[in-house]
């Protein structure tokens, strides 16, 4: 581990309550070397699926051997198992639910291993079981921080926990997907990636494929003022997905779009 090593925090708990803060007290308290970065606390509650994907779009943009820890945890206290993910570069901690499936299915890397982490002389004194990320996902990333091999954790499984992610489907001219998430502004995020485009037809004819949303045609813009005038566009945002939005609006309540809607790309 650097001298210096980054842990970052991806969380359902919000700001209102010292819930993030006190994981980063005990972080702090085994290794005050350590160098802690919000990813988000504002997940929706509960929403594993949405974690997963901020977490998987966040985590490539941070050092090799960065810790990440991810708490979007219902199911805390029951009989779900706190396990520690390690790929080529980077090292993940959170609960078994299938918060880290797009990490695990990463077809990139080249190493994968999961540890079910059992070794509790790691963990802090417990006065309940309603909060996993302060005395289990916390100490543990700070002692791994601190060097201590991945293997003291517990022991290897390979029956981890995966949840469905929505996949596009690509035939002859044709890409057909769907709304996963929505960001703070409104905007609207689509499965479709660059390179699902790239599939379909070379960028530089990327001005010939028709977007269609609710039966309607949307045009693909490269930045959101280009046309700065009122209705539906599309744009492949700063994460490479393809994204639906209203110029200096709220694209998500103005168009009720849920997640799910589907949305389809063909070539003129």
């Known amino acids: 581990m650097p001298d210096k090593p980054f842990i970052t925090l991806t969380t359902d708990f ?65 009989k779900r198992r706190p396990i520690l993910v390690i790929t080529d570069d980077h090292y993940f901690i959170g609960p078994d639910n299938g918060i880290f499936t797009p990490v695990i299915k990463n077809t990139k890397n080249r190493y994968l291993k999961v540890i079910h982490i059992t070794a509790s002389h790691y963990f802090q ?3 309940g079981s309603t909060f996993h990320g302060r005395d289990i996902f916390a100490p543990i990333a700070a002692w791994l921080s601190k060097g201590v091999e991945s293997g003291k954790f517990g022991d290897e499984i390979d029956d981890y ?26 905007n609207v995020i689509t499965n479709i990636t660059r390179e699902h485009l790239s599939a379909l037809t070379s960028p530089d004819s990327w001005d010939g494929c028709k977007i269609y949303f609710n039966d309607n045609q949307i045009p693909l813009v490269n930045f959101y003022s280009e046309h700065d ?12 997905h393809l994204e639906l939005f209203l110029y200096k609006d709220n694209a998500s309540s103005k168009l009720g779009i849920k997640l799910g809607d589907k ?5 003129a």
């Open 229 to 240: 005038s009122s209705g539906t566009h599309a744009i492949i945002n700063s994460f490479g």
């Open 125 to 127: 004194p417990m006065s």
């Open 14 to 78: 919000g700001l209102k309550d010292p819930f993030a803060g006190l994981m980063k007290g005990v972080i702090l308290s085994i290794n005050p070397n350590a160098m802690i970065t919000d990813i988000s606390h504002n997940i929706e509650r509960h929403n594993i699926f949405e974690a997963a994907q901020t977490l998987s779009m966040s985590y490539p943009y941070f050092p090799q051997t960065s810790i990440h820890v991810a708490v979007v945890d219902p199911g805390v206290g029951g």
């Open 161 to 186: 926990i995966t949840i469905p992610f929505p996949v596009p489907v690509i035939s002859e001219g044709n890409i057909s997907g769907e709304v996963v998430s929505t960001d703070s502004f409104g």
């Open 263 to 267: 949305v389809s790309v063909q070539l």
